[in-house]
């Protein structure tokens, strides 16, 4: 059966148009565009984790803090483990993480096996990769700083049974093209978790790395759906969509039956 809305709520739903309307003629002309704050990322993770209960959110590429800190601010007070690989963004980390006993780091990369591996410092930093930097002359700040030669441990990520113990379990990855690899070594993790946000690629940027069909296709077959796909990096020349966020939450088994 269709529901008429009230005149009231057809009235807020008017004045809310008519604001967003106004607010959007005002940011066009440098280039800005205003979208619902309840579509974005941080109001979906903020509902799911409420929702399902998150008590311990997996910081997958980590850096020196930014993602933790972030969900911090917006109220998140379970438990974090955050994992980086690069030991000068580590040590940030680890100072940033001091004072909060709910959250913990460790210095490592996460992979399809343990062992060790080549870390690729990019001259910005944050592009560092266990992959190969790839983006050609029109991304020259994701270069290898060649003068920075680290070897770093790499673990499984189900070696560290973040979600043997039930505690629901958000896995977040930004590891620069590497999520494939890391979700070669976390089955039984990814298998326990409730949800997954994950940087996404369009195009190639590291050698050998996993793309968005590749990894829509992954976490689907895994049981989760997604919720939200917000723009992250784009180019500013060609406004190309480089980058994406992406948000999942597992099936229910109704909603897994029907699926397909």
């Given at each position: 059966?269709?529901?008429?809305?009230?005149?009231?709520?057809?009235?807020?739903?008017?004045?809310?148009?008519?604001?967003?309307?106004?607010?959007?003629?005002?940011?066009?002309?440098?280039?800005?565009?205003?979208?619902?704050?309840?579509?974005?990322?941080?109001?979906?993770?903020?509902?799911?984790?409420?929702?399902?209960?998150?008590?311990?959110?997996v910081d997958v590429g980590a850096n020196v803090g930014q993602y933790a800190t972030h969900?911090?601010?917006?109220?998140?007070?379970?438990?974090?483990?955050?994992?980086?690989?690069?030991?000068?963004?580590?040590?940030?980390?680890?100072?940033?993480?001091?004072?909060?006993?709910?959250?913990?780091?460790?210095?490592?990369?996460?992979?399809?096996?343990?062992?060790?591996?080549?870390?690729?410092?990019?001259?910005?930093?944050?592009?560092?990769?266990?992959?190969?930097?790839?983006?050609?002359?029109?991304?020259?700040?994701?270069?290898?700083?060649?003068?920075?030669?680290?070897?770093?441990?790499?673990?499984?990520?189900?070696?560290?049974?973040?979600?043997?113990?039930?505690?629901?379990?958000?896995?977040?990855?930004?590891?620069?093209?590497?999520?494939?690899?890391?979700?070669?070594?976390?089955?039984?993790?990814?298998?326990?978790?409730?949800?997954?946000?994950?940087?996404?690629?369009?195009?190639?940027?590291?050698?050998?790395?996993?793309?968005?069909?590749?990894?829509?296709?992954?976490?689907?077959?895994?049981?989760?759906?997604?919720?939200?796909?917000?723009?992250?990096?784009?180019?500013?020349?060609?406004?190309?969509?480089?980058?994406?966020?992406?948000?999942?939450?597992?099936?229910?088994?109704?909603?897994?039956?029907?699926?397909?």
């Amino acid at each position: 059966m269709t529901r008429t809305p009230s005149l009231a709520l057809q009235a807020a739903r008017g004045d809310r148009t008519a604001r967003r309307a106004l607010a959007q003629r005002a940011l066009e002309p440098v280039g800005l565009r205003v979208e619902p704050l309840y579509h974005s990322l941080d109001a979906h993770r903020s509902r799911l984790i409420a929702q399902l209960g998150v008590a311990r959110i997996v910081d997958v590429g980590a850096n020196v803090g930014q993602y933790a800190t972030h969900v911090r601010s917006l109220g998140y007070a379970g438990q974090i483990v955050s994992f980086e690989p690069n030991p000068a963004a580590s040590d940030e980390l680890k100072r940033r993480a001091a004072a909060d006993d709910r959250w913990t780091v460790e210095t490592c990369a996460l992979g399809p096996a343990a062992g060790d591996a080549r870390l690729r410092i990019t001259v910005d930093g944050l592009s560092t990769s266990l992959l190969q930097p790839d983006g050609g002359a029109d991304y020259t700040f994701m270069a290898e700083d060649t003068e920075q030669q680290v070897v770093t441990p790499v673990r499984t990520l189900d070696s560290f049974a973040l979600a043997d113990d039930g505690v629901p379990t958000l896995v977040k990855l930004d590891v620069q093209g590497y999520e494939g690899a890391v979700l070669d070594g976390g089955p039984e993790t990814l298998a326990r978790a409730v949800a997954v946000e994950a940087e996404l690629s369009l195009i190639p940027l590291y050698t050998g790395q996993i793309l968005i069909e590749d990894m829509l296709a992954r976490l689907r077959a895994s049981g989760f759906t997604p919720v939200t796909l917000t723009r992250g990096f784009t180019d500013p020349e060609t406004h190309e969509i480089v980058q994406m966020d992406g948000l999942w939450v597992r099936r229910s088994p109704a909603q897994a039956g029907t699926a397909g």
